[in-house]
Protein backbone atom coordinates (compact mmCIF):
# COMPACT_ATOMS: atom_id res chain seq x y z
CA UNK A 1 0.00 0.00 0.00
CA UNK A 2 1.03 3.42 -0.73
CA UNK A 3 1.90 6.34 1.84
CA UNK A 4 -0.74 8.95 1.69
CA UNK A 5 1.02 11.97 0.45
CA UNK A 6 0.29 13.78 3.76
CA UNK A 7 3.03 11.61 5.28
CA UNK A 8 5.25 11.43 2.51
CA UNK A 9 9.12 11.42 3.28
CA UNK A 10 9.58 15.03 3.32
CA UNK A 11 12.82 14.37 0.86
CA UNK A 12 10.86 12.72 -1.35
CA UNK A 13 8.09 15.07 -1.36
CA UNK A 14 10.41 17.63 -1.63
CA UNK A 15 12.09 15.95 -5.18
CA UNK A 16 8.71 15.36 -6.56
CA UNK A 17 7.37 18.75 -5.71
CA UNK A 18 10.74 19.78 -8.53
CA UNK A 19 8.20 18.15 -11.23
CA UNK A 20 4.67 19.57 -12.21
CA UNK A 21 3.06 16.52 -12.51
CA UNK A 22 -0.05 18.71 -12.53
CA UNK A 23 0.60 19.57 -16.28
CA UNK A 24 0.73 16.29 -17.08
CA UNK A 25 -2.03 15.99 -20.02
CA UNK A 26 -1.99 12.11 -19.76
CA UNK A 27 -1.81 12.12 -23.69
CA UNK A 28 0.51 8.83 -23.95
CA UNK A 29 3.02 10.55 -25.78
CA UNK A 30 6.10 9.72 -23.46
CA UNK A 31 4.25 6.01 -23.73
CA UNK A 32 4.43 6.02 -27.43
CA UNK A 33 7.98 6.89 -27.63
CA UNK A 34 9.11 5.05 -24.83
CA UNK A 35 10.70 1.12 -25.78
CA UNK A 36 9.85 -0.16 -22.65
CA UNK A 37 6.08 0.01 -23.93
CA UNK A 38 4.83 -3.67 -24.62
CA UNK A 39 7.76 -5.38 -23.03
CA UNK A 40 6.56 -8.76 -22.14
CA UNK A 41 5.81 -9.28 -18.67
CA UNK A 42 5.37 -5.97 -17.96
CA UNK A 43 1.24 -5.85 -19.31
CA UNK A 44 -0.26 -2.67 -18.32
CA UNK A 45 2.59 -0.84 -16.68
CA UNK A 46 3.88 1.86 -19.19
CA UNK A 47 5.38 5.84 -18.81
CA UNK A 48 1.84 7.12 -18.92
CA UNK A 49 0.68 5.24 -16.11
CA UNK A 50 3.89 5.92 -14.07
CA UNK A 51 3.45 9.50 -14.39
CA UNK A 52 -0.23 9.29 -12.77
CA UNK A 53 0.88 6.98 -10.20
CA UNK A 54 3.56 9.52 -9.04
CA UNK A 55 1.25 12.25 -9.48
CA UNK A 56 -1.26 10.51 -6.85
CA UNK A 57 1.84 10.00 -4.45
CA UNK A 58 1.57 6.12 -5.37
CA UNK A 59 5.64 5.66 -5.38
CA UNK A 60 5.75 2.75 -3.47
CA UNK A 61 4.38 0.67 -6.35
CA UNK A 62 6.42 2.74 -8.93
CA UNK A 63 9.68 1.96 -6.40
CA UNK A 64 9.01 -1.98 -5.75
CA UNK A 65 7.99 -2.63 -9.90
CA UNK A 66 10.99 -3.51 -12.69
CA UNK A 67 9.97 -0.50 -14.11
CA UNK A 68 12.43 1.82 -13.25
CA UNK A 69 14.77 -0.54 -13.78
CA UNK A 70 14.11 -1.20 -17.35
CA UNK A 71 14.42 2.26 -17.74
CA UNK A 72 17.22 3.02 -20.32
CA UNK A 73 17.36 7.03 -19.51
CA UNK A 74 17.08 7.39 -23.78
CA UNK A 75 15.47 10.50 -23.10
CA UNK A 76 12.95 9.80 -25.76
CA UNK A 77 9.96 10.89 -23.49
CA UNK A 78 11.33 13.78 -21.77
CA UNK A 79 12.08 15.05 -25.56
CA UNK A 80 8.21 15.14 -26.32
CA UNK A 81 6.36 15.39 -22.89
CA UNK A 82 4.29 18.73 -24.19
CA UNK A 83 4.80 19.31 -20.14
CA UNK A 84 8.76 19.26 -20.31
CA UNK A 85 8.64 16.81 -17.46
CA UNK A 86 12.01 14.90 -17.05
CA UNK A 87 10.86 11.81 -16.48
CA UNK A 88 14.23 10.32 -16.65
CA UNK A 89 15.01 11.59 -13.80
CA UNK A 90 12.42 10.61 -11.92
CA UNK A 91 12.89 7.26 -12.96
CA UNK A 92 16.69 7.67 -11.89
CA UNK A 93 15.38 9.10 -8.24
CA UNK A 94 13.07 5.64 -7.86
CA UNK A 95 15.49 3.83 -7.98
CA UNK A 96 17.63 5.31 -5.69
CA UNK A 97 14.23 4.53 -3.38
CA UNK A 98 15.19 0.84 -3.89
CA UNK A 99 16.91 -0.53 -0.58
CA UNK A 100 20.92 -1.50 -1.69
CA UNK A 101 20.13 -4.88 -1.44
CA UNK A 102 17.57 -5.22 -3.93
CA UNK A 103 18.99 -3.51 -6.98
CA UNK A 104 19.02 -5.87 -9.42
CA UNK A 105 21.89 -7.91 -10.62
CA UNK A 106 25.63 -7.02 -10.16
CA UNK A 107 24.80 -3.28 -10.46
CA UNK A 108 25.41 -2.68 -6.64
CA UNK A 109 27.91 -4.96 -6.08
CA UNK A 110 30.10 -3.50 -8.81
CA UNK A 111 29.58 0.06 -7.24
CA UNK A 112 30.40 -1.27 -4.06
CA UNK A 113 33.53 -2.68 -5.53
CA UNK A 114 34.49 0.63 -7.58
CA UNK A 115 33.83 2.26 -4.31
CA UNK A 116 36.35 -0.14 -2.14
CA UNK A 117 39.11 -0.57 -5.09
CA UNK A 118 38.00 1.77 -7.66
CA UNK A 119 36.70 -0.39 -10.80
CA UNK A 120 33.63 -2.31 -11.01
CA UNK A 121 35.26 -5.63 -11.36
CA UNK A 122 37.69 -5.63 -8.34
CA UNK A 123 40.78 -6.11 -9.89
CA UNK A 124 43.98 -5.52 -8.09
CA UNK A 125 46.58 -2.89 -8.68
CA UNK A 126 48.88 -5.52 -9.56
CA UNK A 127 46.96 -7.08 -11.65
CA UNK A 128 46.00 -4.16 -13.31
CA UNK A 129 49.37 -2.87 -13.69
CA UNK A 130 50.63 -5.89 -15.02
CA UNK A 131 48.32 -5.81 -17.50
CA UNK A 132 49.23 -2.82 -18.85
CA UNK A 133 53.03 -3.67 -18.76
CA UNK A 134 52.56 -6.58 -20.98
CA UNK A 135 49.92 -5.27 -23.37
CA UNK A 136 52.00 -2.23 -23.90
CA UNK A 137 54.90 -4.25 -24.90
CA UNK A 138 52.78 -5.67 -27.23
CA UNK A 139 51.74 -2.78 -28.88
CA UNK A 140 55.42 -1.68 -29.33
CA UNK A 141 56.24 -4.36 -31.11
CA UNK A 142 53.65 -2.92 -33.83
CA UNK A 143 54.55 0.97 -32.38
CA UNK A 144 58.13 1.22 -31.09
CA UNK A 145 59.05 3.06 -28.07
CA UNK A 146 54.87 2.89 -26.91
CA UNK A 147 54.76 2.07 -23.35
CA UNK A 148 51.35 2.78 -20.97
CA UNK A 149 52.17 6.23 -19.24
CA UNK A 150 50.75 5.41 -15.36
CA UNK A 151 50.30 8.41 -13.31
CA UNK A 152 52.62 10.98 -15.33
CA UNK A 153 53.11 14.36 -13.23
CA UNK A 154 51.86 17.13 -15.89
CA UNK A 155 50.14 15.47 -18.20
CA UNK A 156 47.97 16.75 -21.42
CA UNK A 157 45.28 14.17 -21.52
CA UNK A 158 43.58 11.79 -18.47
CA UNK A 159 42.06 8.97 -19.80
CA UNK A 160 40.30 6.29 -17.96
CA UNK A 161 40.09 2.73 -19.21
CA UNK A 162 37.26 0.09 -18.96
CA UNK A 163 36.85 -2.15 -16.49
CA UNK A 164 35.49 -5.10 -19.41
CA UNK A 165 38.48 -3.88 -21.50
CA UNK A 166 41.36 -4.67 -18.68
CA UNK A 167 39.58 -7.84 -17.38
CA UNK A 168 38.88 -9.16 -20.70
CA UNK A 169 38.68 -7.21 -23.59
CA UNK A 170 42.08 -6.85 -23.56
CA UNK A 171 43.03 -5.07 -27.36
CA UNK A 172 40.35 -3.10 -27.80
CA UNK A 173 42.68 -0.88 -25.36
CA UNK A 174 45.01 -0.60 -28.37
CA UNK A 175 42.87 1.30 -30.51
CA UNK A 176 43.02 4.24 -28.29
CA UNK A 177 46.92 3.67 -27.66
CA UNK A 178 47.50 3.82 -30.97
CA UNK A 179 45.73 7.51 -31.80
CA UNK A 180 47.70 8.40 -28.52
CA UNK A 181 50.97 7.16 -29.59
CA UNK A 182 50.05 8.37 -33.85
CA UNK A 183 49.27 12.19 -32.64
CA UNK A 184 52.42 12.25 -30.10
CA UNK A 185 50.28 12.62 -27.14
CA UNK A 186 51.75 14.01 -23.55
CA UNK A 187 48.57 11.19 -21.52
CA UNK A 188 48.40 9.23 -18.82
CA UNK A 189 46.04 6.72 -16.67
CA UNK A 190 45.39 6.44 -13.45
CA UNK A 191 46.87 3.28 -11.08
CA UNK A 192 43.75 3.67 -9.05
CA UNK A 193 40.11 4.46 -9.25
CA UNK A 194 40.85 4.35 -13.09
CA UNK A 195 37.31 3.08 -14.21
CA UNK A 196 35.81 4.59 -17.33
CA UNK A 197 31.56 3.06 -16.02
CA UNK A 198 30.05 4.65 -13.66
CA UNK A 199 27.53 1.80 -11.89
CA UNK A 200 26.10 4.82 -9.65
CA UNK A 201 24.22 6.62 -11.57
CA UNK A 202 22.66 3.49 -13.14
CA UNK A 203 21.85 2.74 -9.33
CA UNK A 204 20.70 6.45 -8.95
CA UNK A 205 23.27 6.37 -5.66
CA UNK A 206 24.02 9.94 -5.45
CA UNK A 207 26.50 9.76 -2.89
CA UNK A 208 28.70 7.47 -5.11
CA UNK A 209 28.13 9.36 -8.28
CA UNK A 210 29.64 12.50 -6.59
CA UNK A 211 32.59 9.95 -4.99
CA UNK A 212 33.53 8.78 -8.32
CA UNK A 213 33.55 12.39 -9.63
CA UNK A 214 35.60 13.58 -6.48
CA UNK A 215 38.57 11.54 -6.80
CA UNK A 216 38.75 12.09 -10.32
CA UNK A 217 39.02 15.90 -9.18
CA UNK A 218 41.32 15.18 -6.51
CA UNK A 219 43.59 12.98 -8.94
CA UNK A 220 43.73 15.80 -11.71
CA UNK A 221 44.47 18.30 -8.85
CA UNK A 222 47.58 15.82 -7.52
CA UNK A 223 48.87 14.89 -10.69
CA UNK A 224 48.73 18.26 -12.14
CA UNK A 225 46.91 16.85 -14.92
CA UNK A 226 45.57 19.54 -17.64
CA UNK A 227 42.73 17.75 -19.43
CA UNK A 228 40.38 14.59 -19.41
CA UNK A 229 38.70 12.71 -21.72
CA UNK A 230 35.47 12.07 -20.67
CA UNK A 231 34.80 8.57 -20.12
CA UNK A 232 33.58 6.45 -23.54
CA UNK A 233 30.73 4.72 -21.87
CA UNK A 234 28.00 6.92 -22.28
CA UNK A 235 26.64 6.80 -19.06
CA UNK A 236 29.94 6.50 -17.70
CA UNK A 237 30.85 10.46 -19.22
CA UNK A 238 27.26 11.28 -18.03
CA UNK A 239 27.55 10.15 -14.46
CA UNK A 240 30.86 11.83 -14.27
CA UNK A 241 29.25 14.93 -15.65
CA UNK A 242 26.79 15.15 -13.30
CA UNK A 243 29.00 14.45 -10.28
CA UNK A 244 31.32 17.23 -11.51
CA UNK A 245 28.54 19.52 -11.98
CA UNK A 246 27.12 18.77 -8.41
CA UNK A 247 30.76 19.56 -7.01
CA UNK A 248 30.59 22.74 -8.82
CA UNK A 249 27.76 23.79 -7.73
CA UNK A 250 29.03 23.29 -4.07
CA UNK A 251 32.53 25.44 -4.99
CA UNK A 252 33.56 26.64 -8.15
CA UNK A 253 37.05 26.15 -7.14
CA UNK A 254 36.19 21.91 -8.31
CA UNK A 255 36.11 22.58 -11.48
CA UNK A 256 39.11 21.11 -13.58
CA UNK A 257 39.18 21.03 -17.63
CA UNK A 258 37.32 18.08 -19.59
CA UNK A 259 36.86 17.43 -23.52
CA UNK A 260 34.27 14.94 -24.82
CA UNK A 261 35.71 12.26 -26.92
CA UNK A 262 34.18 13.36 -30.36
CA UNK A 263 36.23 17.28 -29.91
CA UNK A 264 39.18 15.72 -28.91
CA UNK A 265 39.28 13.47 -31.98
CA UNK A 266 38.25 16.06 -33.95
CA UNK A 267 41.15 18.45 -32.73
CA UNK A 268 43.32 15.85 -34.10
CA UNK A 269 41.85 15.19 -37.39
CA UNK A 270 41.29 19.21 -37.87
CA UNK A 271 44.80 20.32 -36.44
CA UNK A 272 46.90 17.62 -38.34
CA UNK A 273 47.99 15.44 -35.73
CA UNK A 274 47.02 12.25 -36.97
CA UNK A 275 46.73 11.54 -40.90
CA UNK A 276 44.12 9.42 -42.17
CA UNK A 277 43.64 6.75 -45.33
CA UNK A 278 39.98 6.33 -46.11
CA UNK A 279 41.30 3.28 -48.58
CA UNK A 280 41.38 0.99 -45.63
CA UNK A 281 37.44 1.23 -45.09
CA UNK A 282 36.79 0.90 -49.06
CA UNK A 283 34.10 -1.05 -50.21
CA UNK A 284 31.83 -1.20 -47.30
CA UNK A 285 28.77 0.62 -46.37
CA UNK A 286 28.80 2.58 -42.57
CA UNK A 287 26.33 4.28 -40.32
CA UNK A 288 26.40 6.08 -36.90
CA UNK A 289 24.52 5.33 -33.89
CA UNK A 290 23.60 8.21 -31.34
CA UNK A 291 24.31 7.20 -27.61
CA UNK A 292 21.45 8.48 -25.92
CA UNK A 293 23.55 10.06 -23.22
CA UNK A 294 26.01 11.58 -25.75
CA UNK A 295 23.34 13.20 -27.80
CA UNK A 296 19.82 13.32 -26.70
CA UNK A 297 20.83 13.84 -22.75
CA UNK A 298 22.81 15.84 -23.24
CA UNK A 299 21.22 17.99 -24.78
CA UNK A 300 18.61 18.16 -22.73
CA UNK A 301 20.67 18.86 -19.59
CA UNK A 302 23.75 20.41 -20.07
CA UNK A 303 23.10 22.35 -23.63
CA UNK A 304 25.25 20.60 -26.08
CA UNK A 305 25.06 16.70 -27.69
CA UNK A 306 27.03 15.38 -30.06
CA UNK A 307 25.18 14.74 -33.08
CA UNK A 308 27.81 16.24 -35.94
CA UNK A 309 30.89 16.12 -34.73
CA UNK A 310 30.58 11.84 -34.92
CA UNK A 311 29.76 12.19 -38.99
CA UNK A 312 32.74 15.00 -39.54
CA UNK A 313 34.82 12.44 -37.59
CA UNK A 314 33.56 8.58 -39.71
CA UNK A 315 33.51 10.89 -43.73
CA UNK A 316 36.86 11.25 -42.53
CA UNK A 317 37.14 7.93 -42.04
CA UNK A 318 34.90 6.47 -44.84
CA UNK A 319 33.70 7.58 -48.09
CA UNK A 320 30.15 5.25 -47.75
CA UNK A 321 27.88 6.89 -45.38
CA UNK A 322 24.04 6.33 -44.82
CA UNK A 323 21.81 7.59 -41.88
CA UNK A 324 19.43 5.72 -39.81
CA UNK A 325 15.61 6.62 -39.95
CA UNK A 326 15.03 8.17 -38.02
CA UNK A 327 18.87 9.95 -36.81
CA UNK A 328 20.14 12.20 -33.99
CA UNK A 329 17.52 13.90 -31.99
CA UNK A 330 15.15 11.34 -32.67
CA UNK A 331 17.57 7.84 -32.82
CA UNK A 332 16.15 5.45 -31.38
CA UNK A 333 18.48 4.13 -28.38
CA UNK A 334 19.95 0.54 -28.56
CA UNK A 335 18.32 -0.92 -25.47
CA UNK A 336 21.57 -0.69 -23.17
CA UNK A 337 20.96 2.33 -21.22
CA UNK A 338 20.26 2.70 -17.81
CA UNK A 339 22.68 -0.70 -16.71
CA UNK A 340 20.21 -2.54 -19.29
CA UNK A 341 23.59 -4.30 -20.85
CA UNK A 342 24.33 -5.95 -17.17
CA UNK A 343 21.23 -6.44 -15.54
CA UNK A 344 18.85 -9.33 -15.35
CA UNK A 345 17.13 -8.02 -17.85
CA UNK A 346 18.24 -9.92 -21.30
CA UNK A 347 14.85 -10.60 -22.91
CA UNK A 348 13.56 -7.02 -21.85
CA UNK A 349 16.46 -5.21 -23.51
CA UNK A 350 16.56 -7.46 -26.77
CA UNK A 351 12.71 -5.82 -26.69
CA UNK A 352 14.08 -1.96 -26.56
CA UNK A 353 16.55 -3.18 -29.16
CA UNK A 354 14.02 -3.98 -32.03
CA UNK A 355 13.69 -0.42 -33.02
CA UNK A 356 17.36 -0.17 -33.02
CA UNK A 357 17.48 -3.66 -35.12
CA UNK A 358 14.54 -2.43 -37.72
CA UNK A 359 16.85 0.39 -38.50
CA UNK A 360 20.11 -1.06 -38.89
CA UNK A 361 18.43 -3.85 -41.23
CA UNK A 362 16.79 -1.00 -43.26
CA UNK A 363 19.91 1.32 -43.72
CA UNK A 364 21.55 -1.77 -45.42
CA UNK A 365 24.56 -0.75 -43.41
CA UNK A 366 27.90 -3.24 -43.06
CA UNK A 367 29.40 -1.56 -40.64
CA UNK A 368 27.52 0.01 -37.82
CA UNK A 369 29.97 2.86 -35.55
CA UNK A 370 28.87 3.75 -31.78
CA UNK A 371 30.34 6.26 -29.46
CA UNK A 372 30.30 4.35 -26.17
CA UNK A 373 30.73 0.61 -24.79
CA UNK A 374 27.42 -0.31 -23.82
CA UNK A 375 25.54 0.61 -27.04
CA UNK A 376 28.47 -1.42 -28.73
CA UNK A 377 28.26 -4.30 -26.74
CA UNK A 378 23.99 -4.58 -26.89
CA UNK A 379 24.71 -4.05 -30.73
CA UNK A 380 27.37 -6.41 -31.33
CA UNK A 381 26.27 -9.48 -29.09
CA UNK A 382 22.73 -9.06 -27.82
CA UNK A 383 20.79 -8.06 -30.84
CA UNK A 384 22.21 -10.63 -33.31
CA UNK A 385 21.82 -13.70 -30.65
CA UNK A 386 17.48 -12.55 -30.25
CA UNK A 387 17.48 -10.89 -33.93
CA UNK A 388 19.76 -13.71 -35.80
CA UNK A 389 19.97 -12.46 -39.44
CA UNK A 390 22.09 -9.50 -38.57
CA UNK A 391 24.89 -9.50 -40.71
CA UNK A 392 26.65 -6.07 -39.61
CA UNK A 393 30.05 -5.38 -37.59
CA UNK A 394 30.24 -2.94 -34.78
CA UNK A 395 32.92 -0.90 -34.40
CA UNK A 396 33.81 2.00 -31.98
CA UNK A 397 34.30 5.44 -33.61
CA UNK A 398 37.68 5.75 -32.36
CA UNK A 399 38.78 1.98 -33.56
CA UNK A 400 37.46 3.44 -37.46
CA UNK A 401 39.90 6.50 -36.76
CA UNK A 402 43.03 3.70 -35.71
CA UNK A 403 42.56 1.79 -38.43
CA UNK A 404 42.97 4.45 -41.03
CA UNK A 405 45.73 5.73 -38.89
CA UNK A 406 48.86 6.52 -41.25
CA UNK A 407 51.54 6.46 -38.09
CA UNK A 408 54.15 8.40 -39.01
CA UNK A 409 57.94 6.24 -36.92
CA UNK A 410 58.93 7.68 -34.35
CA UNK A 411 62.69 8.96 -34.69
CA UNK A 412 65.60 6.87 -32.70
CA UNK A 413 65.75 9.49 -30.09
CA UNK A 414 61.92 9.45 -29.30
CA UNK A 415 62.17 5.94 -28.76
CA UNK A 416 65.15 5.96 -26.77
CA UNK A 417 63.49 8.41 -24.63
CA UNK A 418 60.34 6.89 -24.28
CA UNK A 419 61.68 3.33 -23.41
CA UNK A 420 64.27 5.01 -20.60
CA UNK A 421 60.87 6.65 -19.06
CA UNK A 422 58.86 3.60 -19.19
CA UNK A 423 62.20 1.35 -17.45
CA UNK A 424 62.18 4.12 -14.84
CA UNK A 425 57.82 3.58 -14.34
CA UNK A 426 57.59 0.64 -14.29
CA UNK A 427 60.49 0.23 -11.41
CA UNK A 428 58.95 3.00 -9.78
CA UNK A 429 55.53 0.96 -9.60
CA UNK A 430 57.08 -1.99 -8.62
CA UNK A 431 56.33 -3.73 -11.84
CA UNK A 432 58.68 -6.91 -12.42
CA UNK A 433 60.34 -6.00 -16.05
CA UNK A 434 61.40 -8.80 -18.96
CA UNK A 435 65.05 -8.15 -20.17
Known amino acids: MSTPSCFMNPELRSFLERFDFSACMVCGSCANGCPITGTPGMAGWDTRKVMRLLANGMTDEVVASN ?7 CGRCAGVCPAGIDIPSVMAHMKSLRPREAVPGSLHKGMANNLATGNNLAISREEYLGGMYDLGRDLAEECPGFH ?56 GNYDGNRELARRKIEYMRSNAIKTMIMPDCGGGSYGCRKGMSSLVAENPDNAVDFVYLYDYLLKLI ?41 REIVAACV ?6 TPTREKNFCCGAGGGMWPMPFEQESAWHARYKYQQIKDSGAD ?16 IPKFYPDCTYEVKYIWQLVAEALVI ?28
Request: proline share 4%.
Open 67 to 73: FPWLCTG
Open 148 to 203: VPVDKKGADILFFPNSKEVYGDFEDQFWWWKIFYAARENWTVPSTGWEAVDWALFT
Open 270 to 310: REGRIRLDKSVHKGRRFTFHDSCKHGRELAAHYGKGYFEEP
Open 319 to 324: DDFVEL
Open 367 to 382: VVVVGCSNCRDQIMRR
Open 408 to 435: EPWDAERIAVAEAEAREQWERLGVEQEE
